[in-house]
């Protein structure tokens, strides 16, 4: 990474995007302050923590993100893991359908250049427990898991980051100006709040979030251990303290509220391929992320001078912020143009 050392910069947001490109801007010299805004839990602690780039290019139409982006990206989480001492799960993913769909997807797979391998009912059914897969499946490599809480706590302790926990009223003449009244000089600002955007009047580019809000469940009991499971909608991922089921997308949404009949609804949709799955014991939790009206993230120069955007990356936060922290840090540190594809640029909403 290349610039000056020594330029102050401030990060608003402690989500997946906002503390990785803390950490990486720390690392190459600038002093950062990282302001948390705190209250409910954000969006990145509440995900499942998914990094999966082949499956995210196959199953979601709407990402927005070419897949060679999305595979660079992931290709990140090497060097950034051996940073933060943190290893993903890198047991793959499987995506369970209809042997119509799967070789729908599998020629879907070829085309965009992923691997992908078919896998038969039993070959499937062996790789996680109680998992019933009639048709068969499609396996990758290329998809892993992290931990949110474990990366957010580990990347927390790596960098000499100051943190500040508080929001941001204002920014002006280099000034960081807190609700709370207290004050800090910054060189540059990068707002990276998700769907909260208290700070649009300064930072136009903002009004082109919109938020959605996400049911994911945590249960007791299910497979521990195994790929992550992809269905035709939604996700199971083996974890030693419970699976993880998710998730619902509420366009529109920000409030964290839980609704019963989501729950029961992706609790069902999760049984389709585990009949054995026990609700006893579950724990719903609701986050809300944000999205553009083209589903591509906001990275990059605001209109306003000296201000920065990260956000928008709807549900692929954790895949995307390692690639987005690289550029950022380099444009922000050389004062020149985050080297990301074009349809990043938060200008590109006037």
Known sequence: ?????????????????????????????????LVDPGGRPNASAVAAGMVAPVFEALLDGDTGVDFAVL?????????LSARIGVQPDRAGALAVATAE???AWEAAAQRLGATVARRSAGEAEALVSGLKAADGALFTTGDFRIDPAAVLAAVARAGSVRRVLGRIAGYSAGVVRLEAGETWAADRLVVATGAAVGLAEAVPELKALRPIKGHILRLAGGPSAGPMVRLARGYLCPSPGGAIVGAS?????????????????????????????DGAGLVAAAGVRAETPDHLPLAGRSTTPDMWIAGGARRNGWLLAPLIARALTDALLSDGEPQLPAGF???RFG
């Open 1 to 33: 990474m290349s610039g000056p050392t020594g330029m102050k910069v401030t990060v608003a947001g402690a989500g997946a995007l906002g503390s990785v490109l803390a950490l990486f801007l720390a690392d190459a010299g600038a002093e950062v302050t």
């Open 71 to 79: 595979s660079e990206a992931a290709a990140l989480w090497g060097p």
């Open 101 to 103: 769909t799967l070789e």
């Open 249 to 277: 997308m509420q366009p529109g949404r920000c409030d964290t509220e839980i609704e019963p009949e989501v729950v029961a609804r992706l609790l069902d949709q999760a049984r389709a391929a585990f009949p054995a799955l």
């Open 345 to 347: 640029d938060p200008r």
